[in-house]
């Protein structure tokens, strides 16, 4: 998972999927305005909540293809790691998305790793940056995000 701030009012986000080894799919999509202003209300820089919001929206999401199974999440910020691990996050839309996380993680019975990688090793750190070419030359197919489906609010 990986989040880049690409200007203060615009962000990317990205995660892929890749049972057995294969990316299967992936989604990178700039934040939606309405998001990114409610971010910067509560965060002067919200690189820790974009960090935190594709595994969210994957746990979600690809919710069919990752149930009752053992996933890795690659992270590649510190701060996301440490709010993974205790299952909250540092401000009030970072803990919603924990939440949001952890609560289908539990529903789901997935079994969750994490790991801190350098962002240059994290599999998803090009698409991050919204470059999609690699892993759709490589068939992975581009899952759309339907922001109407997240009613995310401030806890």
């Known amino acids: 998972m990986a989040a880049v701030k690409l200007r203060r009012d615009l962000a990317a986000l990205v995660a892929s999927l890749f049972p057995l080894k294969v990316r299967v799919a992936f989604f990178s999509k700039e934040v939606p ?7 910067l209300q509560t965060s002067a820089n919200p690189i820790h909540e974009l960090e935190l919001l594709p595994m969210s929206l994957a746990s979600t999401i690809w919710n069919a293809h990752i149930c009752y199974s053992q996933v890795v999440l690659y ?9 993974i691990i ?9 803990s919603r ?3 949001a996380f952890v609560q289908t993680e539990s529903n789901s019975q997935i079994k969750s790793w994490f790991s801190r990688v350098p962002s240059h090793s994290n599999p998803s750190d090009g698409v991050s940056r919204l470059a999609c070419d690699l892993p759709l030359s490589l068939g992975a197919e581009q899952t759309t995000i339907v922001w109407e489906r997240f009613k995310f609010k401030a806890s």
């Open 33 to 39: 305005d309405w998001l990114m202003n409610a971010l």
């Open 75 to 83: 992270v590649d910020n510190e701060s996301s790691k440490m709010a």
């Open 86 to 94: 205790r299952g909250s996050g540092e401000t009030p839309y970072a």
């Open 97 to 99: 998305f924990m939440e």
